[in-house]
């Protein structure tokens, strides 16, 4: 037994110790209901990340597909001046639908069939399908263009220089003109 009280007795510092360890007030941290900061950064990126996936979406492209379909109508035209340029005994002439959605390039011999590309397929060109993918929905219409087509000399310049032809693109109440020069052939947007 007396071991037993020794050893209680050796004890007796330590669980004084913790006894008056378990009277003192412990000041317990609570967590508050705000955020840490790594998880408002982490919410930050989050949002971050959606807004740049949804933003393109909402905003509207019609100003970039209404540039696109100028490019492609632009380069397409001085194709024409210079396949011209190249061969003046049989103009290529660029030959607009009157559904202000479609052309091709024709040779001026005849209008109605378009010429051929090196790829084998017909040089005629839709707004929405092909090159002109991204342009759905423009249109175009034509000022001072007789029979919808452009026809140029071996110079690049009008066949006609009466004439000064507006090409006008339209697309959701916005427009671009692609006007041509009928000395020079010079595309210009007015």
């Known amino acids: 037994m007396r071991s037993d009280t020794t050893f209680l007795h050796a004890d007796m510092p330590r669980l004084a110790r913790l006894s008056r360890l378990a009277r003192i007030p412990r000041t317990v941290t609570r967590r508050r209901g705000g955020f840490t900061l790594l998880e408002m950064i982490i919410a930050i990126t989050i949002l971050a990340m959606t807004a740049t996936l949804v933003i393109p979406m909402v905003t509207s492209d019609t100003a970039a597909r209404l540039r696109a379909a100028s490019v492609v109508v632009r380069s397409d035209i001085e194709l024409a001046q210079v396949m011209t340029s190249a061969d003046p005994s049989d103009p290529v002439v660029m030959v607009f639908n009157a559904d202000g959605k479609s052309y091709a390039l024709c040779f001026a011999s005849d209008t109605t069939t378009p010429i051929t590309r090196q790829n084998g397929g017909a040089y005629q060109e839709t707004m929405g399908v092909g090159r002109l993918s991204s342009c759905t929905n423009v249109v175009f219409t034509l000022t001072d263009m007789p029979d919808n087509t452009l026809m140029f000399n071996a ?14 693109l339209i697309l959701d109440g916005n427009s671009v003109q692609l006007m041509i020069a009928p000395t020079t052939g010079t595309i210009s947007e007015v």
Not at 155 to 168: A, K, Q, R, Y
């Open 155 to 168: 110079h690049g310049g009008l066949e006609d220089f009466t004439l000064s032809p507006i090409i006008t």
